[in-house]
């Protein structure tokens, strides 16, 4: 099964957050779930603070390729 690495890139800081450890998966619709949930509970927090809703997940591959970009706002309640 393949590897997901989830950096938080965060726009107001012009920073990345990288997740060395990662987490393996059977696919990337599994790591599309995971990142939407996970970005689910990081807004919950940044709302909780009155941050700016601006970060996003980079998932990229065991060999660094970006698979898909995640940005947090996807995970508001509509």
Same mark, same amino acid.
């Given at each position: 099964?393949?590897?997901?690495?989830?950096?938080?890139?965060?726009?107001?800081?012009?920073?990345?957050?990288?997740?060395? /450890?990662? $987490?393996?998966?059977?696919?990337?619709?599994?790591?599309?779930? @995971?990142?939407?949930? =996970?970005?689910?509970? %990081? +807004?919950? /927090?940044? $709302?909780?603070?009155?941050?700016?809703?601006?970060?996003?997940? @980079?998932?990229?591959? =065991?060999?660094?390729? %970006? +698979?898909?970009?995640?940005?947090?706002?996807?995970?508001?309640?509509?």
């Amino acid at each position: 099964m393949p590897r997901f690495h989830f950096h938080i890139r965060h726009e107001a800081a012009g920073t990345l957050e990288r997740d060395e /450890e990662g $987490m393996v998966l059977p696919d990337i619709a599994a790591a599309e779930t @995971e990142a939407l949930e =996970s970005a689910r509970q %990081l +807004v919950v /927090e940044q $709302m909780k603070t009155g941050q700016r809703i601006v970060s996003r997940f @980079e998932v990229a591959d =065991s060999e660094g390729n %970006l +698979v898909f970009v995640l940005p947090f706002r996807e995970a508001l309640p509509l």
